[in-house]
């Protein structure tokens, strides 16, 4: 009998939920970023080319494909990270930026994203009345 590893099975989703940090402004922003649309941060254009997260009964995992280009003023595009990134290990492939921090937080459902934003938006209201 042969052994057989077992394999967990990842479910795709089409937001990448990220988080970015501005080392100047020591500021932290949430970036949902829909797969193949890019989202600007700063000076960076991110591009989720694939968002995927471990089925709920296996260990949790959340992984995305990331293409993050920094686009400065009058100086060529350059390329600062193509790869995997995962929520779990973010240092294990981590984007080198004198400026920026990228991570993986979670993926989500369109939907899921759409009623995060509409509930984020809600409590900004709440706030400022």
Known sequence: MAFQPARAEMI????????GLNKITARVSELRVPVNQPVRFGSLEITARECRK?????M??????LEIDDHKENIET???FTGWMFASSPAV???EHPVYD???VNCMSL???QAA???AEEETQQATE
Not at 12 to 19: F, G, K, P, T
Not at 54 to 58: G, H, I, Q, T, V
């Open 78 to 80: 350059t390329r600062m």
């Open 117 to 119: 934003s509409e509930k």
């Open 54 to 58: 471990s089925r709920p009964e296996e």
């Open 111 to 113: 939907d899921e994203a």
């Open 93 to 95: 492939s981590a984007m």
């Open 12 to 19: 795709s989703y089409e937001v990448a939920v990220l988080q």
């Open 102 to 104: 990228i991570w993986v």
């Open 60 to 65: 949790p995992e959340s992984a995305s494909f």
